[in-house]
């Protein structure tokens, strides 16, 4: 049986290097995981608990239809000011009031420099709290991105990333 994850990059760059990683994670996945991008983040209407209801807005529908298909989540976002990406929060803060995260396994790839992005993850593990994921401490990695040397697919070729990401697919539906 395929196990689906969802891929939630916290970046609408052009040339995002998170989004870069969750693309090598997609080619990176093991057998048994299919591992699918979510690229709606740029579609989604500011969070506004007048519009968290029946019928919700289409693009919230689908965020919360990708999660709820899914078996786990893996993140991998930048950190802007000291914090998560207000785009990035606001796809959360449309989490909190649906079902669909509660108890899921979530986990981030943290790839910012040495030393760097700690205050994003600190407030993606706050916020996922809210929203009642379960994370898998095992799953969650930090990564260097070294943009050049990627393969002919533009994805990252290094083996220990792409090892490192495949491992980290697997912990999260825990087939390690
Ligand atoms: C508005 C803004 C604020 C940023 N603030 C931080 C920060 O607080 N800490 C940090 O390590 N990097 C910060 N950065 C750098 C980004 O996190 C970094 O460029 C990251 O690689 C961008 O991710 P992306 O390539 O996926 O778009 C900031 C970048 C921008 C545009």
């Not at 669909?100 to 992005?117: F, H, L, Q």
């Not at 792409?162 to 539906?173: D, N, P, T, W």
Request: with cysteine.
């Amino acid at each position: 049986m395929t196990s689906v994850i969802l891929l939630l990059s916290g970046s609408m760059r052009s040339g995002s290097s998170n989004e870069l990683v969750l693309r090598t994670a997609r080619a990176a996945a093991p057998e048994g995981i299919r591992a699918v991008l979510y690229e709606g983040l740029g579609s989604l209407p500011h969070f506004n608990p007048d519009d968290d209801g029946d019928p919700l807005p289409a693009p919230v529908a689908e965020l919360r239809a990708a999660i709820d298909g899914a078996a786990a989540v893996l993140v991998c976002t930048p950190e802007y000011a000291g914090t998560l990406p207000g785009s990035f929060k606001n796809l959360l803060d449309w989490t909190v009031g649906g079902t669909e995260i509660g108890d899921k396994p979530v986990a981030w790839v943290n790839a910012a420099a040495p030393g760097r992005g700690e205050g994003a993850t600190a407030t993606l593990r706050s916020v996922l709290g809210y929203t009642g994921a379960a994370v898998v401490e095992e799953a969650c990695v930090r990564l260097q991105v070294d943009r050049g040397s990627l393969d002919e697919d533009g994805l990252i070729g290094d083996p220990a990333v792409r090892e490192q990401l495949a491992k980290s697919l697997a912990l999260l539906i825990r087939r390690p």
